[in-house]
């Protein structure tokens, strides 16, 4: 069966050598005569694929010493709710930035059991645009933002800025290693790798060494960074497929160029895309141009029927996964870093033959 061009937000499309590779060690991992699935998570082989996966991590992101890198479970949802548990003290408050669908799960899992402040909200405009600059609390545990927001189809173009003394925590589900990441200026930053990493079942967090001591006594160990970190992410097994497969991609990455050269091959693809979108008659961007995203270039063909029928055309021509997230409908084009130049061919290729056709 041939491959087809997947524009999925994720999981989503991964190198294709990535792949082969990962195919190739599924009945041995090189000479061990043990699969890659089969590994003992106490082994010396997964011992050494952990410990190239966070050499890879610290080299690609330039990590300073004291950023902890933690691989977890639970997705970036569980974040939501461990963010707050392990930061946040009694009566203190949260501060987050709402600028989407995620930022605003990340804002009610945290509003369970404490006190939350957004600081800065474009809930008014349907998220079509970024948050003005925030206006934290007076000693707030930590700010959240949302990087990339996936469904709204924004992203922002750096951190926002903040006094020095409220750290700043990320959810970069979507943008993690698609262009350069400051750990010098984030404090936590976490991600499902289900897209630009590796496979779903897999959660990095890399985290401030001090921001370890404050999680209270009373929170159970699995939900404790300090449990994960002193664990060597080992506390319980880990996803292990799901690192071995990120490991690998991890280093396809670093064989491209690293993160900079990644970061302007995205933008092109995206460039190319909105630019086609807005020279289109028929096509319309659904965000403010200023801040869109490079990673989820969300569009419309006009009404529900024109999507339908922009949709069978993508079908046909072997393109799929473009259905917008049903909670604003349309259409979205995932451009994260595996996604190759042909798809985005293909992709204008559709365009241009649905313009044709509604012009003839
Ligand atoms: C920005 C962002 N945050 C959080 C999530 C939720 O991730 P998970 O399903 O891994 O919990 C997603 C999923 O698409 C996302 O895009």
Redesign the pocket.
């Known amino acids: 069966m041939p491959r087809l061009f997947n524009f999925s937000?994720?999981p989503a499309v991964l190198p294709e050598p990535v792949l082969a590779v990962a195919s190739d060690h599924l009945l041995s991992l090189g000479e061990t005569g043990i699969g890659a699935l089969e590994h003992s998570h106490r082994g010396d082989v997964f011992a050494e694929i952990l410990a190239s996966a966070e050499a890879r991590i610290r080299r690609l992101a330039e990590l300073p010493d004291d950023i902890v890198v933690l691989f977890l479970q639970?997705?970036?949802?569980?974040q939501?709710a461990m963010l707050p548990a392990n930061l946040r003290a009694a009566g203190q408050s949260a501060d987050y930035i709402n600028s989407g669908t995620?930022s605003q799960?990340?804002i009610a899992a945290a509003g369970t059991d404490g006190l939350v402040h957004v600081a800065a909200s474009s809930e008014d405009s349907g998220f079509r645009r970024l948050p003005a600059d925030p206006i934290p609390s007076e000693q707030p545990a930590y700010l959240h933002y949302?990087s990339?927001?996936?469904?709204a189809g924004t992203q922002f173009p750096g951190p926002p800025s903040l006094p020095d003394h409220i750290p700043l925590a990320c959810?970069?589900?979507?943008d993690i290693f698609s262009r350069p990441l400051d750990l010098t200026v984030h404090d936590l930053v976490y991600a499902?790798a289900?897209?630009n990493l590796g496979p779903?079942g897999l959660?990095l967090v890399l985290v401030r060494r001090h921001l370890l001591e404050r999680a209270p006594d009373n929170l159970p160990a699995i939900l404790r960074y300090d449990t994960h970190a002193a664990a060597g992410s080992l506390y319980h097994t880990p996803p292990v497929f799901s690192i071995f497969v990120t490991e690998l991609v991890l280093k396809w990455l670093e064989d491209q160029g690293g993160l900079q050269v990644i970061a302007a091959r995205n933008l092109a693809q995206a460039t190319r895309l909105y630019e086609r979108i807005d020279s289109s008659r028929l096509l319309k961007g659904r965000v403010e141009p200023a801040d869109r995203s490079v990673m989820n270039v969300v569009f419309t063909a006009g009404s529900p029927e024109a999507d339908r029928r922009f949709l069978d055309r993508c079908n046909a021509a072997d393109v799929v996964g473009l259905k917008g997230h049903r909670s604003v409908g349309g259409l979205r084009a995932s451009l994260y870093n595996a996604q190759p130049d042909a798809a985005v061919d293909r992709l204008l290729e559709v365009i241009d033959a649905f313009e044709a056709e509604a012009t003839s």
């Open positions: 937000a994720g639970g997705g970036a949802s569980l939501f995620w799960k990340a949302t990339n927001n996936t469904i959810d970069a589900s979507s499902g289900q897209k779903s959660t």
